[in-house]
């Protein structure tokens, strides 16, 4: 929703998911319902290497949203139960030194995710707690395809099997081929491989390299293996 010009009700919001598995679900119902998808400046998900100037730049942009046209817009930090306890506190006293220096005027709202309870920052926020459930998986599935619609006309697409050798592969090569003769034989497959080891730096960096047709259209072929990073779901947001 959009703030009201007054500052009675701070635009805050601090909730928890029911365990840390379900963070990544939670944040993406909460944008869901608001009808749009979050940009990169919206949404910071932590670690336990998140730096209090990283949570900074987040928040001046939630206090100063309304400067930009952008009230209606929802700031988001998520699995805030990884941060470090001077992390936490760090955040804790830069909200409230925004809070006393420029104040919710200018401000849109902004949410803290948490996949645990009774952590300093929840604790230390919790007059901004409310109950926020996730979407059924359904209703995020359409989302999802949703999504795809809008972005870029073709929806993304999830392939498993319940046994190795079952044809996964095979079945998106199919899928790559198909397309390829819609764009005249252009090769359009950038296979990407995520790993136990991969980190947020490295996907990043084999995405943007090794593309068959720079500029073009691409099917990008995202090869899960059987033993993935334990923050896999943060990774693949």
């Known amino acids: 929703r959009k703030m009201q010009d007054s500052e009675e009700g701070a635009p805050v919001f601090v909730c928890a998911a029911d365990g840390e598995a379900r963070v990544i679900e939670l944040v993406l119902s909460i944008y869901a319902r608001r009808g749009y998808v979050p940009e990169s400046e919206e949404l910071l998900l932590c670690s336990g290497h998140t730096t209090v100037e990283e949570i900074d730049l987040l928040l001046h942009r939630f206090v100063s949203a309304r400067d930009h046209g952008r009230e209606d817009r929802l ?17 804790v006293e830069t909200l409230r030194r925004l809070k006393d220096k420029v104040g919710y005027k200018r401000a849109s709202a902004l949410a803290f995710v948490s996949g645990q309870a009774n952590q300093m920052l929840t604790n230390a926020l919790g007059q901004y707690q409310v109950t926020v459930s996730a979407l059924p ?25 319940e046994i190795n050798g079952g044809g996964k592969t095979f ?33 990043v960096a084999t995405l943007l390299s090794g593309s068959p047709a720079p500029g073009g259209p691409l099917v990008i072929h995202l090869d899960l293996a059987h033993i993935l990073p334990s923050r896999i779901d943060a990774l693949m947001f």
């Open 75 to 91: 700031y988001c930090l998520g699995n805030v139960h990884l941060l470090p306890y001077v992390v936490q506190c760090g955040t």
């Open 137 to 161: 998986t359904a209703t995020l599935a359409a989302a999802v395809r949703s999504i795809g619609d809008q972005y870029h006309e073709r929806c993304m697409e999830a392939v498993s099997s």
């Open 171 to 203: 079945y998106i090569l199919r899928q790559a081929e198909a397309l390829q003769k819609v764009h005249e034989g252009q090769p359009l497959l950038h296979h990407v491989e995520v790993r136990e080891t991969t980190t947020v730096s490295q996907l």
